[in-house]
């Protein structure tokens, strides 16, 4: 299994603290020493870091640490292998361009039979049932809507039908980023914090760092963080249920729907 | 205009050196400020760095001369803006997904007309010529090969002649890699060495920074490199005519073809 980690703001923000405890999972605290992400969206386009390797020993997850990138919108992954040898093609997050901006995709689970699912013209280029199962989401994204339609609910819900549906064949927690929206679905556990003013102090479960998000703010910003499992042990993060989606636009959940 | 530099070899070797180089044009001894990025291949996958600030000044691109990653192929590009704002999304090189495997571009010139330029399943991202220019590439060369040909003088030929009518257009040299070649187009100005047994010193052209190849290298190794520019002021190059194509393989030239 993986674990996941996401971010969508309001005003531009550094993940690194965030990415500071999902890296300590991948190889040191966890067992996720099989490959690690990092998507950081800047407009519709995302720049991405991606090491076949543990993050809590790369340097390249240091320097992301040491040189922080501000964003809107990120996707973090940590690979614990499960299908598919570990490579670079095989590691996440997975990005394709779908309504003319880049659409990026991290998986935590297994989804059964994944190879029988059409792609279209979304091709994988790896092994894994991650990518072939997102290729097959943009597919059937492309065929409801076949231009971007927008912060609509129409979306949001076409992604929780369509992740319902892949899910059907296993686990298939996911984070989804379209350059404006962060979709999250739960299949089996995922867990979300919108940090807001007042701002406090907070501390990673895994480590003895700590961050008061007080110095590093103003009033007006709102930071949603999505996670597998919560990152921080004081602050109170929020279970998602199994077979729901969450939206997140602007740092705001926008919408919670089923996904079955 | 910008600067170009591309790697193809029989093993896996740093690119280091010469990205030392081309960094340096990068917004130092050239005028190539406004972003650059960087390729890598492994397997039929690619990692990429890119960074919409001056190379030479940028900690991402320390990072990797730092840390050297080997590869098989790489592509990197430093960019002076002629078309389209400075933006992550203009910023070459740019990929896309064909035949399962990650396809890597990048482009010194001007296509005039470039949005005109049909480009079916590959939709453009941001707003340059060369990404335009490169989804119309793609376009053209699925439609002539709906699976990938492999090592075919018809897959060679196929690129040079849709690289010359693009060409027609204005001023596309570029470099294109598939996985498992490496194709330069000369329009105006390219040039290539093919570095083997017996290596010897080499001193880049901008800098008092020299590496003695015979030291890092074994007698077996072959490393294709194309640049703009000769990188070295002790080695002899090779110019491209313009209007030809040049397709590497495992450190060889393969062939020459016109591409006009």
């Known amino acids: 299994m993986c674990e996941l980690l996401g971010m969508e703001c309001n005003v531009p923000t550094d ?8 890296a300590l999972r991948g190889g040191l605290k966890g067992p996720h020493a099989d490959g ?3 998507a950081l969206y800047d407009g519709r386009a995302a720049r991405l870091f991606l090491e076949p390797t543990a993050a809590a020993h ?5 320097y992301i640490r040491d ?17 598919g040898p570990v490579t670079l093609a095989n590691t996440h997050p997975f990005v394709r361009v779908l ?10 689970g297994t989804v059964r039979g994944a190879r029988n ?7 994988p280029v790896g092994s894994t049932d991650s990518e072939h199962a997102f290729c097959a989401l943009l597919h059937r994204l492309e065929r409801r809507f076949p231009r971007y339609p927008g912060a609509t609910p129409e979306l949001w819900s076409a992604v929780a ?10 686990s298939f927690n996911f984070l989804l980023a379209d350059g404006d929206h962060l979709f999250a679905r739960c299949a089996t556990k995922l867990h979300y914090i ?8 907070a501390t990673l479960a895994d480590e003895d760092l700590s961050v008061d998000f007080a110095e590093v703010t103003t009033p007006r910003d709102r930071v949603a963080v999505v996670s597998t499992a919560p990152l921080t042990r004081d602050e109170q993060w929020t279970a998602g249920v199994p077979g729901s989606l969450w939206v997140f636009r602007r740092g705001r959940l926008r919408a919670t729907l089923p996904s079955l």
């Open 161 to 170: 039908r369509i992740g319902g549906d892949i899910g059907k064949r296993g």
């Open 15 to 22: 993940i690194v603290f965030s990415f500071s405890g999902l």
């Open 67 to 83: 040189n922080p990138i501000k964003t809107l919108l990120a996707v973090a992954h940590v690979r614990k292998r499960t299908r």
């Open 58 to 62: 790369s340097p390249l997850a240091r």
């Open 194 to 201: 919108i940090r807001k003013a007042p701002f406090k102090n």
């Open 99 to 108: 309504w003319g901006r880049q659409l990026v995709f991290a998986h935590n």
């Open 117 to 123: 699912l059409p792609v279209g013209r979304f091709e």
């Open 36 to 38: 690690w992400g990092l």
